[in-house]
């Protein structure tokens, strides 16, 4: 089946700094992919929509200059996390559109100290 | 309104048991329906797709109702690996995937 790889697992910050996680579809070619944060006991929620060469698009409420993405290739999304503080503390999962389901990453999980 | 509801649990069973799980819906346009199944501090995975017709996979069986915009997944002889947090997943019709906080179970021996 599809493989989505994402890295780092976990990460451990100082506040001020700038963390990117990886987002690679392994084995097909993803046009579409999402990035999503969960904090604890809560859902899955929408960051943004990240469509290969093209400008990602966020949802309501998710600042777009605080989270980078970048998805250069058919194959690869980035996501950084600029300027980190602690309430970003959370897991950060990707996806990737294949063509009969979304594939997930395993999931970055991130604590800014 | 939230627009995927789910009753978030926990649901605690003995093994074998059979559990029911539930989940409502307010877009009345969405047209893809999905069970994803999420372990602890790991990524959703896929568990089934929802058809209209309902299906059924193994022990688990999944029916949608579009008039009433209420899904469920039905689990039958629960075992201990079924333990989980089960997400209901519906599509807004803008290609994105809404996701249900959640309705955690725990199977007991």
């Known amino acids: 089946g599809a493989v989505v790889s994402q890295h780092p697992s976990r990460v451990i910050c100082k506040s001020g700094t700038s963390v990117k996680i990886e987002c690679r579809s392994l084995?097909?070619?993803?046009?579409?992919m999402f990035w999503y944060r969960q904090f604890p006991k809560q859902s899955l929620m929408l960051m943004a929509t990240?469509?290969?060469?093209?400008?990602?698009?966020?949802e309501q409420g998710v600042e777009k200059d605080k989270f980078l993405i970048n998805h250069a290739s058919l194959t690869l999304s980035t996501l950084t996390v600029t300027s980190a503080h602690p309430e970003d503390s959370s897991f950060y999962i990707c996806?990737?559109?294949?063509?009969?389901?979304?594939?997930f990453g395993s999931g970055t999980r991130l604590t800014v100290v | 309104r939230k627009e995927v509801e789910q009753d978030p649990g926990p649901f605690n069973v003995p093994e074998g048991a059979t559990v029911a799980f539930n989940c409502t819906y307010s877009?009345?346009?969405?047209?893809?329906f999905f069970w994803y199944r999420q372990d602890c501090r790991k990524e959703p995975k896929l568990l089934m797709s929802?058809?209209?017709s309902g299906n059924e996979d193994g022990r688990f069986t999944a029916q949608l109702n579009r008039a009433s915009q209420y899904i469920s997944l039905l689990i039958r002889d629960s075992k201990l690996s079924d333990s989980a947090t089960y997400l209901c997943?519906?599509?807004?019709?803008?290609?994105?995937?809404?996701f249900g906080q959640g309705t955690e179970l725990s199977v007991k021996p």
């Open positions: 996806s990737a559109r294949g063509r009969d389901e979304d594939t």
């Open positions: 084995d097909f070619q993803a046009t579409t």
């Open positions: 990240s469509n290969e060469g093209s400008k990602a698009t966020y």
């Open positions: 877009n009345s346009a969405s047209q893809s």
């Open positions: 929802v058809y209209s």
């Open positions: 997943v519906v599509d807004n019709q803008g290609g994105k995937l809404i």
